[in-house]
């Protein structure tokens, strides 16, 4: 039986999780990179990145204190009966997580600058939702810090330029940022759609767990020529320099118009923070 109370609080725990716990592929990407590390100065950043995620979990405390703006990614199958619920119960359980975990509050008026002091205001928390074949749902939780977020990028190309524009693009890019984004980073890249779709694909790229590839064969490769070429740069963990400027590349595309080839990039840094939970036809929330 559905029960609200213990939705707000399975998202409460979500996103104190998602603030806190650094999923297991990000640090064993991390422990990778520190051990295949040449360059002593590297190697102290990751030392230091590998205690702060330490420290963080048996603190219960958050990993950084730029606990992000929350985004909610739902997909509800057809047939899942509490849709208005849980787009009732986000804004509630947001509220009640800044005071509890706590959250840093980061949603400020884009004009005035005043801070409701709560993680909500005018379209907050951000929600998207997605219909599938099913009954039940998947919400799933990225908390995006705003000095990667400062780093993404929109290219409107042509057609002509297409994958070696992109790449290129983005890789000036990224050397230009330096340590800005805090590297090791994870791009998330959007191709196809409009501006606006692109943009929600590189974002929701960033949902995809570090070591799967995207099942496209064509596009894996896309991802790893990208990946390959982001550490051959140079720019290192916290911009020190050394052999890893990103842990991951993730690509999301979808059909364009033939006068078009959009791209979007958006940036996180090494806090790959997310976290998930599912609700089931019956209410059963895990």
């Keep these: 039986m559905f029960d609200q109370k213990t939705l707000i609080d399975r998202l409460v725990s979500g996103m104190a999780a998602g603030v806190i716990d650094l999923p297991r592929d990000v640090v064993r990407k991390l422990e990778e990179a520190r051990d295949e590390e040449t360059s002593e100065a ?5 030392k230091a990145i590998l205690d702060n995620v330490r420290l963080a979990k048996e603190g219960r405390l958050p990993l950084c204190q730029d606990t992000g ?3 909610f990614f739902i997909e509800a199958g057809y047939d899942f009966p509490y849709l208005g619920d ?3 119960a986000i804004p509630l359980a947001v509220e009640r997580a800044t005071r509890e975990i ?20 005018r379209r907050m928390p951000a929600m998207s939702v997605e219909l599938a074949e099913g009954d ?16 993404s990028a929109l290219w409107m190309l042509t057609p002509t330029e297409g994958f070696k524009g992109m790449r290129r693009l983005i890789l000036e890019h990224v050397q230009r940022a330096g340590g800005k984004p805090c590297p090791p980073i ?3 890249i959007g191709v196809g759609g409009g501006a606006d779709i692109a943009m929600k694909l590189a974002k929701k790229a960033l949902l995809r767990h570090l070591d799967v590839a995207n099942p496209d064969g064509a596009v894996a490769a896309m991802e790893k020529e990208i990946l390959d070429d982001l550490n051959a740069l140079g720019v290192g963990p916290m911009g ?15 059909c364009r118009h033939p006068a078009t080839f959009p791209t ?7 806090c790959d923070r997310r976290a998930g939970i599912e609700i089931s036809k019956d209410g059963e929330v895990k």
Aim: a positive charge.
């Design 69 to 71: 703006i929350h985004v």
């Design 102 to 121: 706590p959250l840093r509050p980061n949603t400020v008026d884009p004009f005035t600058g005043k801070n409701p002091g709560n993680n909500l205001g």
């Design 136 to 151: 039940g749902a998947t919400i799933r939780i990225l908390p995006k810090g705003g000095g990667s977020e400062n780093m």
């Design 42 to 46: 590297a190697r102290m950043q990751l």
């Design 264 to 270: 979007a990039m958006v940036v996180q840094c090494w």
């Design 86 to 88: 849980v787009l009732k």
């Design 240 to 254: 020190v320099g050394g052999r890893t400027t990103a842990l991951a590349v993730h690509i999301e595309y979808t």
């Design 186 to 188: 994870v791009l998330g």
